[in-house]
């Protein structure tokens, strides 16, 4: 698996963030502004990282550059890896 990660601190551009929900910095940004403070809640908002989960990292990159990291309980160095879960699936 190859991972691409995308600076996003150019100001004059946007660019989609996440691609399963057509979700832009622009908008992240914007829910930021409008008071979404943790990441779950940009994720029950906005839906990223809720189908392939590659947005994750940049999305926190954002959340991050939009200065959400003093009232967002978040650090500069501060990406945890989320524990998965798979279950075997058994036949009926």
């Known amino acids: 698996m190859i991972i691409i990660r995308i600076n996003v601190s150019y100001r004059g551009c946007h660019m989609i963030v996440c691609v399963c929900k057509s979700v832009s910095d622009r908008k992240i940004r914007a829910s930021i502004a409008d008071g979404a403070s943790t990441f ?3 994720q ?3 839906g990223v990282a809720m189908c392939c989960g590659k947005c994750e990292e940049t999305v926190r990159d954002v959340m991050l550059q939009s200065g959400c990291a003093s009232h967002c309980g978040m650090r500069g160095d501060q990406h945890q890896a989320v524990p998965l879960t798979f279950y075997e ?4």
């Open 89 to 92: 699936r058994k036949a009926a």
């Open 44 to 46: 029950f908002e906005l």
């Open 40 to 42: 779950d809640e940009l």
